[in-house]
């Protein structure tokens, strides 16, 4: 009756032989077995001493196997330095690659590798080699930008308009501004034509989200996750001209009000905290005296500022006390926008708030935040400017319910007429 020791020695032999003849391939196959101890603990020290120097051998001359090499050598270990020995080599691979690379993007992609890797290996040193070698090859990443210009119609753009047409002044005007729809869309139908679009060869390769820097921000997003954020993008990019476009009509066609004026009247229709309405006066009019970049620096607090207010009058428990060293504190924006979705927000204005202003989308308040972005253009600011106008108007509500449906208060009393459409 065969023993399993005598599979085992055969195994080894045959593995010997493969690597004399260079089948590296054939070999780990063998390794694979071997690394596992035998089932009665029989195992002699010295195949094992063995297998991981065969293993560390392949490494050497066949490193397209690394990823399996570093498994196999784990399996294998009879210590926690052998252990810590495998982890290293794994890291270091990639890093030397990623060193040896002449191409910025591949760079990029071995660096990150490798810093994750040391990462989930506790690896901090070489962790910390690795985050250094990203921060330069990041400038080493070359982009290309392909731009079309696509005529539009003008009736295309003048339909957005129409519903501007019964304007009495400019409050009736601004009111329509505030009554369209959530500038990434239907959440529903971009869930449907992602899905349908990940279709295909672009469902087989990996994903790679660059942001500052050109340093990795997301990283092995499903093709259909990804397909969704494309879509979103390209949506809120639309509505951005779009509604820099209403502005600029509601500007032309009615004198606009002083910053005290605006406040008053934003304060009174939508029972608003007076401080948040006198600051959404404020980036109105910097707006339309076409300082937009001011504009959207203090649309970008202020959102967070009415969203933080609304959770507080729904009795949402917000304050984080002292931990440590960290003192006592309010969360980020992402926490307030997750606990409106949970206290019942419209998805698609949900799905606005993350896709504009946090890392699962264009992420332009923690870029402004922490330095990256400093200049806007008119469309970003009123891209800002419909979000911190939304934002101000719910603050002035309390009602759970009224959350699902967020533009029925700001709807309310404008008669909409045959072939307007909520931009």
């Keep these: 009756m065969t023993t399993e020791a005598s599979v085992r020695e055969q195994a080894l032999k045959l593995a010997r032989e493969m690597l004399t003849l260079g089948h590296s391939h054939a070999a780990l196959t063998l390794f694979a077995l071997l690394s596992v101890p035998a089932r009665d603990g029989s195992t002699a020290s010295s195949e094992r001493i063995e297998v991981r120097e065969s293993l560390r051998g392949i490494a050497a001359t066949a490193p397209e196997f690394i990823d399996e090499i570093v498994r196999l050598l784990h399996l294998a270990a009879e210590s926690e330095e052998d252990q810590t020995a495998a982890a290293r080599l794994h890291i270091s691979w990639y890093l030397d690659n990623a060193r040896g690379e002449t191409n910025g993007l591949r760079k990029v992609y071995f660096g990150y590798e490798a810093m994750q890797l040391a990462e989930r290996y506790a690896q901090f040193d070489l962790r910390d080699d690795a985050a250094v070698f990203l921060q330069a090859a990041g400038e080493d990443v070359e982009l290309q930008t392909f731009e079309h210009d696509l005529p539009i119609s003008r009736n295309h753009l003048r339909r957005h308009l129409r519903k501007y047409r019964h304007a ?74 779009i509604l820099a476009l209403e502005l600029e009509h509601i500007d032309s066609r009615f004198d606009s009000p002083s910053r005290e004026e605006f ?8 029972a608003c905290d007076p401080v948040l309405s006198e600051q959404l006066a404020d980036a109105q009019k910097r707006h339309w005296e076409r300082d937009f970049t001011g504009a959207s620096l203090v649309c970008l607090p202020l959102i967070e500022a009415a969203a933080r207010g609304l959770l507080l009058k729904l009795d949402e428990p917000l304050y984080r006390a002292e931990r440590g060293a960290s003192p006592g504190r309010f969360p980020a924006l992402d926490f307030y926008v997750q606990a409106l979705e949970d206290n019942g927000l419209d998805v698609d204005w949900v799905r606005t708030l993350r896709a504009t202003l946090l890392s699962d989308g264009l992420n332009i308040r923690n870029l402004s935040a922490h330095g990256f972005k400093s200049r806007f253009n008119e469309g970003e600011s009123a891209l800002l400017l419909r979000l911190a106008g939304f934002a101000c108007a719910l603050a002035g509500t309390i009602d759970h319910a009224e959350l699902s449906k967020p533009l029925v208060p700001v709807r309310a009393g404008l008669r909409r007429r045959i072939g307007w459409i909520w931009s």
């Design 168 to 241: 009495r002044d400019w409050r009736h005007a601004y009111r329509v501004f505030l009554a369209g729809a959530a500038p990434t869309g239907d959440h529903a139908r971009n869930v449907t034509e992602a899905e349908t679009g990940r279709q295909g060869l672009l469902s087989l390769v990996s994903n790679i989200s660059l942001g500052p820097l050109n340093l990795p921000t997301r990283t092995g997003a499903s093709a259909e996750e990804e397909q969704l954020h494309r879509i979103e993008g390209s949506n809120i990019g639309t509505m951005a001209s």
């Design 263 to 270: 406040a008053n009247w934003f304060a009174g229709i939508f």
